[in-house]
């Protein structure tokens, strides 16, 4: 895993802050992969919040992980619990690795 022990400390504090401490985090895409180099840091969020709040907590994570992580690509996917997995959620939770 190409995130550091004090930048996933962070990731997961954030979520839990952002989305409450049901919420989960994984980690998926290039940065899972130790011999890849570059890479946006990919995180599958899933929770209980409704998905109308859903959008206004992802912006508020978004802009969090950018003040405390410095300005990079982050990418953010929220799953429902209880709701049909994406086909992005589905490869996100089958390859990711939780935080």
Request: charged letters at 35%.
């Amino acid at each position: 895993m190409r995130l550091s022990k004090e930048s996933a400390s962070i990731v997961r504090e954030e979520v839990e802050r952002a989305f409450g401490r049901n919420a989960q985090v994984w980690l998926f895409g290039s940065r899972i992969d130790d011999t890849a180099k570059g890479g946006d840091i990919d995180l599958l969020v899933e929770t209980d919040v409704d998905l109308e709040d859903a959008l206004e907590r992802e912006l508020k994570l978004y802009a969090r992980l950018i003040r405390r992580l410095g300005d990079q690509r982050i990418d953010i996917v929220v799953h429902r619990r209880g709701t049909p997995l994406s086909p992005i959620q589905q490869a996100a939770r089958q390859t990711g690795l939780p935080l």
